[in-house]
Every structure is written in structure tokens, then in C-alpha cells.
């Protein structure tokens, strides 16, 4: 499975009850000089996409932003952020792929020990769901994994410190005009779009990265803390 993302951006805010105007935010058109940090099979291509894995099965890669960002504002609050990626799945066979790929908010960017395939470079065997991991992801799963209780073999589900979604869906979107939900194939070798939007909630204080407000445009969502 080849994973390559075009375009990338990120927005971090303070939620709308704080007065300070902060933001956080970065676009990346192609990622040639995005200094990113890359490890595994992760590489930049000549012509600057950023691509996760390399073809080989049973191998992970991982891309961070160099930076790193502050998800707490002063008073401790967690930030809403929104972020919108594109994406292409080019796996060797049209309807089979390896696990597929992961947008990540995490405490570190050392996940050297966390493994592949099911564990999508996220988590192992002893780790897995354990608060310590600290960590957010948005998953774009293209196998079923009963043991994670995985819906589909084609779905997006919002993970928090390890592979069992929180909540999951069949991925795909909303029309235009009629507002239906339309499945689509994350195997179907056409770029497509993430948008993920995370907004702050006072309810937070316990578990900051729980998302619970539907995000927008409509998506996923997941019940209140
Ligand atoms: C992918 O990268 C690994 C090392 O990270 C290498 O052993 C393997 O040959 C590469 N596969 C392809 C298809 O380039
Ligand atoms: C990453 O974590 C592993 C396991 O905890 C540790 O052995 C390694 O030194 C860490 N690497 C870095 C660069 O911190
Ligand atoms: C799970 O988390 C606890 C504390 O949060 C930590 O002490 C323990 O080592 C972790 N276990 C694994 C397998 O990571
Ligand atoms: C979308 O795909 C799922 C899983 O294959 C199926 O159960 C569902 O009926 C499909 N929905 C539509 C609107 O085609
Ligand atoms: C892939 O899926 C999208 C969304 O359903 C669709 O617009 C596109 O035509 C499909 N591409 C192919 C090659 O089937």
C-alpha cells in the first residue's frame, strides 16, 4: 500500500469563549522543504508528496510537524483545531489494501515502538488503549479487525489511544443539494478529502481529546463525555 497525501493544512484556535484571537496555523502545497519528521517508510517524493508507505507490506512510516503545538492554552483549556488533508490509497490489488492511514494529535512522536498492519504504527499488542498513549487519531481503516470491533472494511473512525474506534462510519460523504450520504471507496485510487474539526468544550476538563460536537461539514460524531 502506497499512502500519499498532497495537501495539508492545520488551524489551531482558542473556542469561541475566549477574547485572545491566538492561532496556530500552517498549509502545506506539496511538502518538499516542510521539514518534516519522517521515520520508517516514510518519505517526500521528488515531486513533493508525502508518502507514508513504500509498497512493502508489514512496514510502517510516520510524518509529524516539526513544531511542536500547544493544544492547552494558558489557563490549561483545551484548543478547538480543524484540519483538512488529501489523500490517495494506491494499494496493489483494486479491492483489497493494507490497514490504511491515520491523522494524529499525540503527546510524542516517538511511536518506535507501536507496530503495523492492524496496529496502524499507532499501538501494540500490550499498549493498546491504555490512557498513557495520549493520543487522537482520525483512521482511515480499509480492513476489518474484529478484535478492534471494526464495522467495515471501508471505514473512518475517531480513536483515542488505541485501535478501537470511539465512534465509526462507512467512509463517505454528503451530497451537495440533496444532502445524501453517498458511500465511497477509500480503495478507488482517487485523492480525497479530510476534514476533521475538533471544537473545545468546557465538558473536556477530564479526557481534552474526547470529541464530542458534530463536526462540520457533517460527519462523524460522537456522544458527550
Ligand atoms: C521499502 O522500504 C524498505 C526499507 O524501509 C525497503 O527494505 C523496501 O525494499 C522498500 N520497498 C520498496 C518497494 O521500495
Ligand atoms: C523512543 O521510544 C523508545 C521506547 O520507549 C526508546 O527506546 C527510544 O530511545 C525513543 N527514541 C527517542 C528518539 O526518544
Ligand atoms: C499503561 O498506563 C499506565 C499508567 O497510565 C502505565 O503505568 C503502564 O505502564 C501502561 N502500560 C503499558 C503496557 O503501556
Ligand atoms: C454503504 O455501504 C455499507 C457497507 O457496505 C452498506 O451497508 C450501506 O447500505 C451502504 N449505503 C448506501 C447508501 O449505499
Ligand atoms: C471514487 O469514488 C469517488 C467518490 O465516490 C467518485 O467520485 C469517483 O468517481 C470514484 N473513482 C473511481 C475511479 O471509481
Not at 170 to 192: H, I, K, P, V
Request: with cysteine.
Amino acid at each position: 500500500m502506497s499512502v500519499i497525501s498532497l495537501l495539508f493544512f492545520l488551524t489551531l484556535h482558542h473556542g469561541f469563549l475566549l477574547a485572545s484571537p491566538a492561532v496556530d496555523q500552517f498549509t502545506f502545497d506539496g511538502f518538499a522543504g516542510a521539514n518534516l519528521l519522517l521515520d520508517g517508510t516514510a518519505a517526500v517524493t521528488a515531486d513533493g508528496l508525502l508518502m507514508l508507505t513504500n509498497g512493502t507490506t508489514l512496514l510502517k512510516g510516520h510524518a509529524f510537524y516539526s513544531s511542536i503545538l500547544r493544544f492547552h492554552a494558558a489557563a490549561s483549556t483545551p484548543r478547538s483545531f480543524s484540519t483538512a488533508f488529501v489523500f490517495g490509497i494506491l494499494s496493489e490489488y483494486a479491492d483489497i489494501s493494507s490497514p490504511g492511514l491515520a491523522f494524529v494529535v499525540s503527546k510524542s512522536s516517538n511511536f518506535s515502538t507501536a507496530l503495523q498492519s492492524q496496529y496502524m504504527g499507532l499501538a501494540n499488542a500490550a499498549n493498546n488503549g491504555n490512557a498513557s498513549n495520549h493520543f487522537l487519531a482520525v483512521e482511515l481503516d480499509t480492513v476489518v479487525n474484529a478484535e478492534f470491533g471494526d464495522m467495515s472494511g471501508n471505514h473512518v473512525g475517531i480513536n483515542m489511544d488505541g485501535l478501537k474506534s470511539v465512534v465509526a462510519d462507512n467512509a463517505g460523504y454528503y451530497e451537495d443539494g440533496t444532502g445524501a450520504f453517498r458511500n465511497m471507496s477509500l480503495l478507488n485510487r482517487t485523492a480525497a478529502q479530510v476534514w476533521v474539526d475538533l471544537t473545545r468544550s468546557p465538558r473536556w476538563s477530564a479526557s481534552p481529546w474526547r470529541p464530542w460536537r458534530c463536526p462540520s461539514p457533517r460527519g462523524l460524531c460522537s456522544p458527550p463525555p
